[in-house]
């Protein structure tokens, strides 16, 4: 049997191990919880910890104006606070509203503009080099296309390094505080997203 089994089948159980173990049994209070995937932008924290809600009541629609002096090429704006993506077409007839996962803490949320820089059908993970420093015993790279791929099956890279726009497999996610950056959409969603935008959409995290 070879070490990338050996190996893949270790970050298998660990994130498995994340996700299922119960708020009660952790050591640490939220406050404090210690994530093994700290400072990552690419991957989920527990999602069956109480602090970690959805928040679908705050939706509501908005015009593009207070937010961007023009929407050439597309714009994009990611509300934080609401966890939402809008989406305005280049000559405004197309309006998107989407429910997103957001960064679960200040300290991971990063605010301001950008733009898609890339546009990635099956994205391949990469743990960041904190992760990898953490757990070196970690795979180096999840293929795309792969089930427990957190990146889903289409990404928007921004301008800021390990920062995407993408879908996820595991709906659980949206609609929470649940990211370590990076914002999530449903797959169905990512999908119309990946459609209407291109390389120069401007972008918007507020």
């Not at 919880?33 to 705050?58: G, H, K, M, W």
């Not at 509300?79 to 679960?104: F, G, K, N, T």
């Amino acid at each position: 049997m070879s070490s990338t089994f050996h190996t893949r089948r270790a970050f298998l159980a660990g994130t498995a191990a994340t996700l299922a173990t119960p708020a009660l049994s952790q050591q640490s209070t939220d406050e404090n919880y210690a994530s093994p995937f700290e400072n990552s932008t690419e991957v989920e924290r527990n999602l069956d910890e109480p602090a970690v809600r959805r928040n679908i009541s705050s939706f509501r629609s908005l015009d593009w104006r207070p937010y961007f002096s023009n929407t050439r090429n597309g714009a994009i704006l990611v509300d934080i606070d609401s966890r939402a993506l809008h989406y305005w077409s280049e000559d405004q007839s197309i309006y998107r509203l989407y429910p997103s996962s957001v960064p679960v803490s200040e300290e991971l949320t990063r605010r301001g503009r950008t733009s898609v820089v890339q546009k990635v059908v099956k994205p391949t993970w990469r743990p960041t080099p904190n992760m990898r420093k953490r757990n070196p015993e970690w795979p180096a790279v999840v293929e795309g296309g792969a089930p427990d791929n957190p990146l889903g099956p289409l990404a928007l890279y921004l301008g800021w390094t390990y920062y995407r726009i993408h879908g996820t497999h595991d709906t659980r996610k949206i609609g929470r505080r649940s990211s370590n950056g990076c914002i999530g959409l449903y797959n169905e969603h990512i999908t119309q997203l990946f459609e209407l935008s291109k390389v120069g959409t401007q972008v918007l995290l507020i």
